[in-house]
């Protein structure tokens, strides 16, 4: 793959210097273009060391309107980023829609790196890669233009550049050290007691730098063979990638820039239909034939008061000891509140809250999408409120408003809430795969009792609050959120991530049950 694109080709400097000028107008004039499209541009650069890729990136911060361009640059993970599953770090720096972002190192870097060095195997190599290939894809089926791009350099290139990186940092290393002038004796004196241990940290300095030359360049073949298959298990259609020789640095600049430049005329040229303004068209009523999901769940089951809070002083006790046995373990929980309106949410979330340390969880109550939300993928919102290591995030509604609400009400179109099954699975599993308790409730209540409680919520002065001309708008729909409720349910209903169907129309039934869930799955989730 990578002997193809060998050519040793170059662009001569006055050819270079009349042709920037036109791409320079063309791109800012696309860019322009794009600020009043809905079409969020991902620019991967990754490639060989040393093949000049901060170059590119410079140079394309020259070329574009700073003002709708941002980069971000992935060096060693953080201890905010490791306490969250891998990706948090790439969905926080997605650049909203009309916008460019630049990714200087992406979701490529690490498995490559880490296969190469055969910290990983094969079968986990193509895991993480499929993985990739299918987060790719449901950004760009949302409407982004990903352009990934690849700078290569033959072997010897990459020895020689590498050697003069070297030599660079060991002049810059001498200037520094002539640049400081005269001392005080007081100073030198110090300064010779440490001179043997500062010419030891040098050294220690220069060893690290050759060590990672002799990587780069022990490995090469290793390095390329690895970079090769990555490329061809996540070269999609909707992701494709260009392969750019990098040994002269004319020709590697221009072409990116022409690459970047058809890439927005095409995108632009097809005329995408605006994702943040869906047609606001109901879903037709649905037709259920036979039992649904919910049909299975026992809403006569009534529970006794005094037996209720026998049982709710003892599940506090337990809670409150696993919820602080999982802060010092580092282990998060994510709780997923989803019911009917009026369904007792509220309540349950409540004596849930009221079994923890306040310092331990956050409830996170999930309302119509802001502007900025509206400008990124749905799910952007959720990671980027994902827990620290050892806190409980508790969601009143979640993001299966994508195939609830927006299904219903036709805030998404049938091709987004379709998808959104795989997509909230995907995301899921990545979160319980980082060891993320993940616990879901669907708050079960009959129509009748839904009718009783609107009525009483408008009778009680401080209930009122709690009724709206939506919610009676919604209930007039009970049928089509039952069928959506019923596909949700049977599609995302996953081993790791399983539904808990609560029976509500007993309030202290669905409190209790709430909180043995919730203690069962955080008591598993710690043995595990």
Same mark, same amino acid.
């Given at each position: ?102 990714? +200087? ?335 879901? +409730? ?87």
């Amino acid at each position: 793959m990578f002997e193809a694109i060998e050519l040793g080709r170059s662009v001569e400097k006055a050819t270079f210097e009349v042709e920037v000028e036109q791409l320079r107008a063309d791109l800012i004039e696309a860019q322009r273009a794009l600020r009043g499209s809905e079409v969020p541009v991902i620019v991967i650069v990754s490639g060989v060391e040393g093949a000049g890729k901060s170059a590119v990136v410079n140079r394309f911060h020259g070329w574009l309107d700073t003002r709708g361009l941002r980069t971000a640059t992935f060096f060693e993970e953080g201890e905010e980023e490791r306490e969250r599953p891998p990706y948090w770090r790439f969905w926080r720096s997605l650049p909203p829609r009309g916008t460019i972002g630049m990714l +200087f190192g992406s979701w490529y870097t690490q498995p490559i790196v880490e296969r190469a060095f055969e910290r990983i195997d094969e079968a986990e190599f193509e895991h993480r890669l499929r993985r990739i290939s299918e987060f790719e894809t449901m950004l760009a089926r949302d409407g982004a233009l990903i352009v990934k791009l690849w700078f290569h350099l033959p072997r010897d290139i990459q020895t020689k550049r590498l050697r003069k990186q070297l030599q660079e940092e060991k002049e810059r290393e001498g200037k520094g050290k002539k640049g400081k002038g005269k001392k005080g004796k007081g100073k030198k004196e110090k300064e010779k007691k440490a001179k043997k241990g500062g010419k030891k940290e040098k050294r220690a300095e220069e060893d690290d730098l050759s060590a990672t030359l002799r990587d780069y360049a022990d490995n090469y073949e290793r390095f390329a063979s690895v970079s090769e298959r990555a490329i061809r298990l996540s070269d999609i259609g909707l992701a494709p990638w260009h392969l750019i020789e990098s040994t002269d640095k004319r020709y590697r600049d221009l072409t990116a820039g022409k690459i970047l430049l058809e890439a927005l005329r095409s995108r632009l040229a097809e005329g995408k239909v605006s994702h943040t303004t869906a047609p606001h068209t109901p879903a037709q009523t649905s037709e259920l034939s036979g039992k649904t999901v919910l049909d299975t769940v026992p809403l006569d089951y009534v529970l006794d008061r005094t037996d209720y809070e026998v049982r709710l002083k003892k599940l506090r006790k337990q809670i409150r000891a696993l919820s602080w046995r999982a802060h010092e373990e580092h282990r998060s929980t994510v709780v997923v509140f989803e019911g009917w309106d009026a369904g007792g949410k509220g309540g349950a979330i409540r004596r849930l809250t009221g079994s923890m340390d306040a310092r331990l969880y956050q409830v996170i109550p999930v309302a119509a999408p802001t502007d900025e939300e509206r400008a990124q993928h749905y799910l952007w919102r959720f990671w980027r409120y994902l827990p620290p290591a050892g806190a409980v995030h508790i969601y009143d509604r979640s993001w299966y408003g994508r195939v609830l609400v927006e299904r219903v009400e036709g805030f998404a179109r049938p091709d987004e809430w379709q998808r959104a099954y795989k997509e909230i699975n995907d995301f899921e599993e990545q979160l319980t795969e980082h060891g993320i308790v993940v616990v879901k +409730f669907w708050l079960h209540i009959s129509k009748e009792e839904q009718l009783r409680r609107f009525e009483e919520r408008e009778r009680v002065a401080y209930k009122k609050h709690k009724i709206t001309e939506e919610d009676w708008r919604n209930r007039e729909r009970w049928d089509d959120y039952l069928a959506a409720v019923n596909d949700m349910v049977a599609r995302t209903s996953t081993g790791c991530a399983p539904w808990t169907l609560v029976a509500g129309n007993d309030k202290l039934a669905a409190r209790i049950q709430v909180l043995e869930t919730f203690a069962q799955r955080l008591e598993a989730g710690l043995k595990r």
